[in-house]
């Protein structure tokens, strides 16, 4: 059974600071990995795909970065802003039998940025 | 282009009431996946559907929740004589594509409260 780790649970940092999140996930055999962001009380925007044939993509100030052998993924946020203060989610699609058509999702890391 | 729409966004129920919870997907999308999120969990998967089909329900309660997408209208989830433990935020997504690499959009969400 596919498990996502998201560390850490909460990060605060100042504004302009560079920072990254860090996703695991326990199984390897994984179609594609996707980056989230939460508001509260709101629902979630995609940020960035990564197919399982790819090592890493970038939007702007974000880059994700996936290595599947070791299960990590990585999402770096460059000059880091008060508006990218929201909840983080990483999530992976699983090739395994049962789990090819869902996500399953991490709990998330909780970002502040203070102006 | 009108993303992933659900509706009601908001929903308050009593105990041992019935809840329905509406998703229209992306235009030319026919996939629907639901989640539910747990207050301070993750995102779950629940259920896999295509017109007119469930394809994966193994997230699904055993008991009180229903899925449906049909041919024409929106995907419905129901949930019967609801408890206070069904309170949560529930997420529609959909896809276009028929294969695994597909990527999922999210809607709004519905918040259900169970009083």
């Known amino acids: 059974k596919q498990e996502v780790t998201q560390i850490p649970a909460a990060l605060s940092v100042p504004e302009g600071e560079n920072l990254v999140l860090n996703c695991s996930f326990t199984d390897s055999a994984i179609y594609n990995l996707q980056w989230f962001r939460q508001d509260p009380g709101k629902g979630l925007t995609s940020l960035l795909l990564?197919?399982?044939?790819?090592r890493e993509q970038t939007s702007g100030r974000l880059n994700a970065s996936l290595d599947k052998s070791s299960g990590r993924s990585t999402l770096y946020i460059a000059a880091s802003q008060p508006g990218d203060s929201a909840t983080y989610l990483c999530a992976v699609k699983g090739i395994s039998s049962g789990s090819a058509r869902q996500l399953t999702f991490g709990s998330g890391t909780q970002l502040t940025v203070l102006p | 282009n009108a993303g992933v729409m659900q509706n009601p966004r908001h929903l308050v129920r009593r105990r041992g009431q019935e809840a329905r919870l509406r998703c229209s997907p992306m235009k030319g999308h026919s996939h629907v996946y639901w989640y539910r999120q747990l207050p301070e969990e993750g995102l779950k998967f629940m259920v896999y559907l295509q017109k007119e089909n469930i394809i994966d329900e193994s997230g699904m309660p055993k008991e009180r929740f229903s899925a449906e997408f049909p041919k024409e209208g929106p995907s419905i989830l129901r949930i019967q004589q609801v408890v206070r433990g069904d309170s949560a935020a529930y997420f529609c997504a959909s896809s276009r594509s028929t294969t695994e690499v597909g990527e999922q959009f999210f809607g709004p969400g519905t918040r259900l409260t169970v009083l």
């Open positions: 990564i197919q399982s044939s790819q």
